[in-house]
């Protein structure tokens, strides 16, 4: 009470009041800013086996993949009555309902096993290597340094991503096919959920898992062009090739890749040039050093609508990558972002 007195005494008299805002700025009012939580990892992190529960898991379809009969489809944790999202500026309500009705009409199917769960899975790649991966790793590190059984529930991206943790975690990993996510809810008799980390926490705790299992010099006189060589991406791609090739570059599509071996490709390059997007998300986890990213030029402007599922994850990098912007190939409006196709000015990468 006395210090409340003081203050309004100074306040009052002095016109002075000291506040705590870390969002204060003079300049840059335009700034986004991002509200997120981190989760304490430092303790003993005790399993308690009282603490299996019912749990469901609902999976919702986001898009068929083009020339595919794959989807992209995202995964909730119906834990008691209610789903959970940590994203902000998304359609909610518009995914409230998707998820509720995959709820309702999709039969149950039940394991009966003890399991761990996320409360969230995406395989989409950039999405689940942002969102989801720290997290997976980091308690799998811990049952497997703890020589314990349990399993955590696993959804990747792709099979090259399936044999990885299989080859690092293959006693506490399980997965399910993607037909029966897509065709069942499925009900978790024991289970726990753990946590999901913010991006900046997953990206950390992922890079300094992977740290010792990718480091090397083995790539480190080789030119590298990271593209999944599609011309969605870039319009002009046969001819970037051609040209980056007379520069020695060498082409790496992750498809032709393991994940180690594509993370110590990058880890170690002289140079790396990349394409936007998720491509990119594999820099982020294996490379600390400078590299160059090919950018539309709308790119120039925070997104803020999508910032917290796009923008956030280059952010992450900023102080490495080095932009190089380029026009949109056409005036598409694309309904999801960081699709725009550019049309690269071959004379703006001469001097690499």
């Known amino acids: 009470m006395r210090e409340k007195i003081y203050s309004l005494f100074i306040k009052f008299f002095y016109k002075f009041e000291h506040r705590q805002d870390p969002n204060f700025n ?38 068929k993949l083009k020339d595919s009969s794959n989807y992209i489809f995202e995964s909730w944790v119906k834990n008691k009555k209610y789903t ?9 309500n518009s995914q409230k309902r998707k998820i509720l009705k995959n709820f309702l009409q999709k039969p149950n199917r039940t394991y009966k096993k ?29 049952l497997k340094k703890r ?20 080859k690092l975690y293959k006693k506490n990993v399980i997965f ?10 499925i ?36 030119k590298v062009f990271l593209t999944s060589e599609r011309v969605e991406k870039i319009s002009n791609i046969k001819d970037l090739i051609i040209f980056l090739k007379k520069k020695n570059f060498t082409i790496v599509n992750p498809k032709n890749y393991t994940t180690l071996q594509l993370f110590r490709i990058l880890n170690s390059a002289k140079v790396v040039v990349s394409e936007c997007a998720s491509i990119s998300h594999n820099i982020h986890l294996s490379r600390n050093k400078p590299y160059y990213l090919l950018l539309p030029n709308t790119f120039k402007t925070i997104n803020k609508k999508w910032y917290r599922i796009t923008g956030i994850f280059s952010n992450f990098h900023s102080c490495l990558y080095k932009p190089i912007y380029f026009k949109n190939s056409d005036d598409k409006n694309y309904a999801w972002p960081l699709l725009e196709q550019i049309k690269v000015d071959l004379k703006k990468l001469k001097f690499l």
């Open 147 to 166: 020589n314990l059984n349990e399993k955590l529930l696993i959804r990747c991206p792709s099979s090259k991503w399936e044999d990885f943790f299989k």
């Open 26 to 63: 003079t300049s840059f009012k335009d700034l986004h800013i991002e509200k997120c939580t981190f989760f304490d990892l430092q303790g003993e992190f005790k399993i308690d086996p009282l603490k299996f529960e019912e749990n469901h898991l609902i999976s919702v379809i986001d898009r």
């Open 84 to 92: 959970y999202t940590d994203f902000l500026n998304f359609p909610f």
């Open 176 to 185: 399910f096919s993607d037909n029966f996510f897509l065709k069942k809810n």
């Open 114 to 142: 003890k399991i761990f769960l996320l409360p969230y899975y995406d395989n989409q790649p950039g999405s689940f290597m942002g969102d989801v991966l720290g997290s997976m790793l980091f308690f799998l590190e811990l």
């Open 187 to 222: 009900y978790f008799s024991k289970s726990q959920v753990l946590p999901k980390f913010h991006p900046f926490q997953n990206y950390t705790i992922t890079k300094n898992i992977l740290s010792l299992k990718i480091e090397n010099e083995n790539f480190k006189n080789k």
